[in-house]
């Protein structure tokens, strides 16, 4: 795509394009963190952090940039579950999943999406990761369950880092409020978008959580909304982790591990892959980077199970320091719908060549081949190398 390589060379440039064609608040809600936003700079800051000692004479290399996540892909990232997919761009959800289908990488939709899961399993087949926010009545949990899997949908995550709400003080200034009332203002704001107006306007109107909303009985706009709302806050333990398991029989994922500790427990309750994230510093600015997190619980898990990586990831080298610190995998999220408000469906693909070439250029200057030969270029805090 050397047309579109000069023009949105990097996710930043896709970004921008993007901010112009969105409306502030679907804008704000997608690129906001919370608090001062510190959560989301200590992403970035521990990404940075990690560095690698440069090759030299190491002649022609050909790259492999296969990995797994439960199963062989051709390339080492995915497409991380976003709420509200819908809302930030009209049918997201179904571009994300063909575009996952025609490049062979996980398609992670989320309980919160505009589309239900027997809108996009059959398009996403077994590249379906199906993200799980726990509920309070077990029977509504079964049947949800039931329905993803009839869809076809083959990895379950189940989110348990939003034990609360979070204030998200840009999405504030920007007058998003749960449920969505659509002021004057921003009425006028969705009008000088037209593209992202004309496509919701095809699509039916605004966007609702509809798999959630389909077990609130005969409630309707907003009534429905917060009962959707208040369907899926459960307070998960270990207890509903093994019902999980009980429940779910296959590749089941637990989303927003930080600790060690944690990872151990889950992998006792029988849990099939780690996903290390601080929901790219949405939920709380007052921790750690995600890196750092990874580091230590790739450390414990240590090749038990999968670990799967995402949290602030903005190009080709984040994913080679995610692998090198011990990810099996690395999912992105708002970096897709900046691709796609952008440039639509082919912003997508855009997007996986971006990444792709930004990989193998950084695997040149490292002088290695495969993905795993990261962690041998990786140089310690202190500047020493820790191959």
């Known amino acids: 795509m050397p047309d ?22 679907a804008f704000e809600y997608l690129d906001s963190g919370t608090g001062t936003e510190r959560g989301v700079h200590a992403n970035r800051a521990g990404l940075d952090a990690v560095r690698f000692q440069p090759a030299i004479l190491r002649g022609p290399l050909d790259f492999d940039l296969s ?21 930030i761009w009209p049918d997201a959800e179904r571009h994300l999943a063909r575009a996952a289908a025609r490049h062979g990488i996980p398609y992670g939709q989320s309980t919160v999406a505009a589309a239900t899961p027997e809108d996009t399993g059959p398009i996403a087949g077994d590249l379906g990761w199906f993200q799980h926010y726990p509920v309070n009545d ?73 798999f959630p909303e389909g077990y609130v009985g005969d409630r309707t706009g907003a009534d429905a909304f917060v009962h959707a709302g208040r369907l899926i806050r459960g307070y998960p333990d270990d207890a509903y982790i093994s019902a999980l398991r009980e429940e779910w029989d296959g590749p ?74 011990g990810a099996s995998f690395v999912f992105l999220g708002k970096a897709w719908f900046f691709a796609l408000a952008a440039l639509g469906p082919r912003g997508l693909d855009h997007l996986v060549h971006v990444l792709r070439d930004d990989l193998e250029c950084n695997m040149a200057q490292l002088g290695i081949e495969r993905l795993a030969d990261a962690k041998g270029r990786l140089i310690g805090r202190g500047g020493a190398s820790i191959r």
């Open 4 to 25: 579109l390589d000069l023009r949105y060379p990097a996710i930043s440039d896709l970004r921008a394009r993007a901010r112009r064609r969105m409306p502030r608040f």
């Open 67 to 87: 990995a797994d996540a439960f199963g062989p892909h051709p390339l080492p990232f995915g497409i991380a579950p976003v709420g509200f997919a819908g809302m």
């Open 138 to 210: 077990a029977g509504i949990r079964r049947d949800m369950l039931r329905r993803i899997k009839d869809a076809g949908w083959r990895v379950l995550v189940v989110t348990v880092d939003v034990p609360g709400e979070s204030r998200r003080e840009r999405q504030r200034r920007a007058n998003i409020s749960m449920p969505p009332v659509v002021t004057p203002a921003m009425a006028l704001d969705m009008a000088l978008h037209p593209a992202w107006a004309m496509g919701h306007a095809r699509m039916g109107g605004m966007p609702r959580m509809r």
């Open 252 to 325: 089941l994922v637990v989303k927003g591990v930080q600790e060690g500790v944690d990872a151990e427990r889950l992998l006792g309750l029988g849990v099939d892959g780690i996903w290390v994230s601080n929901h790219s510093g949405r939920q709380f600015e007052g921790g750690p980077a995600a890196i750092d997190n990874l580091r230590e619980v790739a450390g414990v898990v240590a090749g038990r199970a999968p670990v799967f990586f995402c949290s602030g990831v903005a190009g080709g080298l984040d994913v080679l320091r995610a692998v090198a610190l």
